[in-house]
């Protein structure tokens, strides 16, 4: 408790950085998916106080210039990822 506000913490499994450990995936679309992942544990990371990442939400969910931030973040993860797989050429 820290001045008198109880932190809720998210748990450890959404603060891991690269879950598995690895930008290597069998398709574009697991790609995709590991990269909201990404994005995801990133924003945990820089907030994991559950209950002020929940206050947020509302304000940055109706705002449109957040959305296109967010979509952003995610596109930059998904570029990481494809170069990680060679963009899945043979």
Not at 32 to 45: M, V
Not at 60 to 88: M, R
Request: no cysteine; hydrophobic share 45%; proline share 7%.
């Amino acid at each position: 408790m820290i001045e008198g506000v109880l932190i809720t913490a998210l748990p450890a499994s959404e603060l891991v950085l690269v879950p598995g450990g690895t930008l290597i995936t069998a398709t574009p679309e697991e790609g995709r998916a590991l990269a909201l992942t990404l994005a995801r544990h990133t924003i945990h990371n820089i907030q994991p106080d559950l209950d002020r990442l929940k206050e947020g939400r509302p304000i940055y969910s109706a705002n449109p210039d957040s959305l296109i931030a967010a979509g952003h973040v995610v596109a930059v993860e998904f570029q990481t990822i494809a170069a990680a797989n060679n963009y899945w050429r043979d």
